[in-house]
């Protein structure tokens, strides 16, 4: 489904991205985890080519990311993305949050793309907040509506960039919850996240990343027994102590 | 010596005898109204494309819209009207020149006036337009992006009514000094509420009579914008949200 | 087609740089001036004693409704009057100068001292609640630490309004006083070569106030890296 095939990427004469490889398969769950600056982000933005990239090649669904003639919007229109800030319209209703692109981006009627919002927002358990605006909610439910809103586009796959960090602790697991469940169903994600505990209940193989590079891509099984780089070792100790 | 206060003076015939004096300030308050608006809702049109065009990620349409901007903010207004009233017909084609040149002298004031204020604020509008966009979180435009919005969907749907709201505020200031700056056309001879002033000084030597009316009719247009101003702010407040990051 | 005749600018320079002066000496004046009472004005605005914030709220209000233009007119028209009768002098004598300096630096003070009142109140409360704890009285507390954080957060805004009000001095104009601007009009229309004369002077206006406002954005960075 995500093909990653030797990216790189550099500001300038900061390298952000070295020679990065790996790849996710229909259905599977990827986690990625590196310390804070390793270039998560980056690496999860160029997948739907939010952030160019200067060496490699990326392939979705048999798309080519870096092609100048790929159409992204057409593209990331089917690949659903989850940001740390949630990142919802505050100037739009929850439902208009949640059909505005359905409408503009496929072409969706009024009344299906509303049916098709409310069914996921009662999903994530929010159907009571439709008329609400995203300032009115509390962190973790705007974080459910964000996943409700790409949803909603019938994504073949989707991105989470550390989607609760932003988050009070006890707001963390209402959002892992939607998560976890979409992962059961079979959805094909990549997720960059610190939350150790989904990585073990869902994942399918863990990344590590250090300074740009990958430097592990494991199954979760070795990488939680015995990570081989000491970096890795470290982080791990660092995030399983909190 | 005495000042004689002679309030009386709005109410005589003025010297051009159909009229009274008061009818000369209501011209001139009407005129001020109405160049300033026409030249307010041009401002804003054009500073909202100048505005966004120093946003996007094209160096040339980005540089166009830069210079433009310092362009217009680095000459003083008084000089870029008498460029556009007594510089641009000779620069002209001959025959636009000479078109321009013969119509009515009040067309001639009001179109140079009107473009120099335009124009003039525009480049003051586009720097708000810019700095509200610029404030958005980022991951704004990501998010539009993500959802398979197209750059300019993204700018339409997503960043620009958001930007709108935060620039209201400083807009508001920018429409005060419309009304202010369109003071400066009375030097071409644009009959509006300052230069009515003055010519009702000469033709009354009552200056202090003349000269309160007109600074009350200003404070009454500041007074008037400032309360729709703020109405419309408070229309305009999205529910919930407590300003930019 | 128009043709462009530059020759008579040479000629005039001295008598333009003699303009310039006065537009020079018109805004010195009116930033000294307009930053000292400005701070006066914006302190009285900040000042718990009703009054004083009421009268400096009108005051700075009055002047921010006004057009400049009409200001200035209202300037030439009072002060020539009042500084004759307080001085004794003739009646007619050319106190135009005069007049623009004092009403320039009245109707900037209203400006300056809205940017220096948003100076104070960026300075976090703590620090007044600081020096009271030190014991400082509210005046050494406003000068010793208030006041200096102020006014390094607000450098860049008062140099910008003295870069503005050097371009509002062009309009002096309407009393005919040969400032930069008036001094090229002159030029320009003795010698038949408007067009050139205006574009001229919007081109030194240009390259001036540009220059200026790229060391001002230099200075920002440097003091307020992002
Ligand atoms: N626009 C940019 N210009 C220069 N450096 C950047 C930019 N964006 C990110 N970086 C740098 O790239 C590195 C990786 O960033 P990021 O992908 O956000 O890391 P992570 O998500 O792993 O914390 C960081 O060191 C960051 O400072
Ligand atoms: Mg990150």
New interface residues.
């Given amino acids: 489904m995500i093909q990653i095939s030797n990216v790189s990427k550099h500001y300038g004469a900061f390298q952000v991205l070295t020679d990065c490889t790996t790849s996710v398969s229909k259905g599977e769950v990827i986690v990625v985890c590196g310390p804070s600056g390793s270039g998560k982000s980056t690496l999860i933005k160029c997948v739907n080519g939010l952030e160019p990239f200067q060496s490699g090649e990326i392939i979705v669904n048999g798309t080519s990311v870096g092609d100048p003639k790929t159409n992204l919007s057409k593209l990331r229109a089917h690949v659903g993305m989850v940001f740390q800030n949630f990142e919802l319209f505050p100037h739009m209703s929850i439902t208009e949050n949640l059909t505005i692109a359905q409408t503009k981006v496929l072409g969706r009627g009024k009344e299906e793309a509303m049916d098709k919002g409310l069914k996921l927002l009662d999903r994530v358990g929010l159907k009571a907040h439709a008329h609400k605006f995203p300032g009115q909610l509390s962190g973790g439910q705007q974080q459910r509506v964000a996943i409700a809103r790409a949803l909603a586009m019938d994504p073949i796959c989707m991105l989470f960039d550390e989607p609760t960090s932003a988050l009070d602790p006890e707001m963390v697991n209402e959002v892992l919850d939607v998560m976890t469940e979409l992962a059961r169903e079979g959805m094909t994600m990549m997720c960059v996240t610190h939350e150790m505990g989904f990585a073990k209940r869902v994942a399918n193989r863990v990344i590590f990343m250090d300074q740009g590079r990958i430097v592990e891509d494991d199954s979760k099984e070795a990488f939680f027994a015995n990570p081989r780089s000491e970096r890795a070792q470290q982080f791990l100790a660092k995030i399983l102590h909190h | 010596m005495s000042y004689q206060w002679n309030w009386g003076v709005f109410l005589q015939p003025s010297a051009s005898g159909d009229d009274t004096y008061l009818g000369w300030m209501l011209a001139g308050f009407k005129m001020t109204i109405g160049l300033s608006l026409t030249a307010w809702v041009l401002a804003l049109l054009l500073g909202a494309l100048i505005g966004v065009l120093r946003t996007v990620p094209n160096r040339a349409l980005a540089g166009f819209a830069t210079g433009y901007v310092?362009?217009f903010?680095?000459?003083?207004?008084?000089?870029?009207l008498?460029?556009w009233y007594?510089?641009l017909p000779?620069?002209l084609?001959?025959s636009l020149g000479n078109l321009y040149k013969q119509s009515n002298p009040l067309l001639q004031q009001f179109l140079a006036s009107m473009i120099c204020l335009a124009l003039f604020t525009s480049a003051r509008v586009a720097e708000q337009v810019r700095a509200g966009i610029n404030s958005l979180?980022k991951?704004?435009k990501?998010?539009?992006?993500?959802?398979?919005?197209?750059l300019p969907?993204t700018y339409r749907?997503?960043l620009l009514?958001?930007a709108f709201?935060l620039v209201v505020p400083p807009l508001t200031s920018e429409f005060?000094n419309i009304?202010?700056?369109?003071?400066?056309c009375?030097?071409i001879g644009l009959l509006e509420l300052?230069a009515q002033?003055?010519q009702l000084v000469d033709y009354t030597a009552q200056?202090?009579e003349s000269?309160i009316a007109?600074?009350l009719a200003?404070?009454l247009i500041?007074?008037t914008v400032m309360f729709l101003m703020h109405r419309f702010e408070r229309r305009i407040v999205?529910?919930?949200?407590?300003g930019g990051k | 087609m128009y043709e462009f005749d530059w020759s008579s600018i040479p000629g005039a320079l001295p008598f333009l740089w003699e303009g310039m002066k006065i537009s020079l000496e018109i805004t010195l004046t009116a930033v000294v001036i307009g930053i000292v009472w400005g701070t006066l004005l914006a302190m009285m605005r900040l000042s718990s004693f009703r009054p004083l914030s009421w009268f400096a709220a009108g005051y700075v209000n009055l002047f921010r409704a006004v057009p400049l233009v009409m200001v200035l007119l209202w300037f030439f028209l009072i002060v020539p009057k009042f500084i004759e009768q307080l001085f004794g002098l003739p009646p007619g004598s050319d106190l135009r100068l005069t007049s623009a300096m004092i009403g320039f630096a009245l109707f900037e003070s209203a400006y300056y001292s809205e940017i220096i009142r948003a100076g104070i109140q960026s300075v976090p409360k703590g620090q007044m609640a600081a020096c009271s704890a030190l014991g400082m009285t509210y005046g050494q507390a406003m000068r010793l630490v208030i006041l200096p954080q102020a006014f390094r957060n607000m450098v860049p805004l008062l140099l910008t309004q003295a870069i503005i009000l050097f371009q509002d001095t062009s309009l002096v104009y309407v009393s005919a006083l040969a400032d930069f601007f008036g001094a090229a009009y002159k030029v320009g229309d003795r010698d038949g070569r408007l067009v050139e004369m205006l574009l001229f002077a919007g081109a030194v206006y240009f390259v001036i106030c540009y220059t200026a406002s790229q060391i001002v954005k230099r200075l920002q960075k440097k003091y307020h890296p992002a």
Wanted: proline share 10%; aromatic share 14%; no cysteine.
């Fill in positions: 310092e362009l903010r680095n000459i003083p207004l008084l000089v870029q008498f460029i007594f510089v000779e620069l084609p001959e979180p991951g704004q990501n998010a539009g992006l993500a959802l398979g919005f197209t969907q749907f997503v009514p958001m709201r005060l009304f202010k700056n369109s003071a400066v009375s030097t300052a002033g003055r200056p202090y000269f007109v600074t200003y404070l500041n007074v999205v529910p919930g949200y407590i």
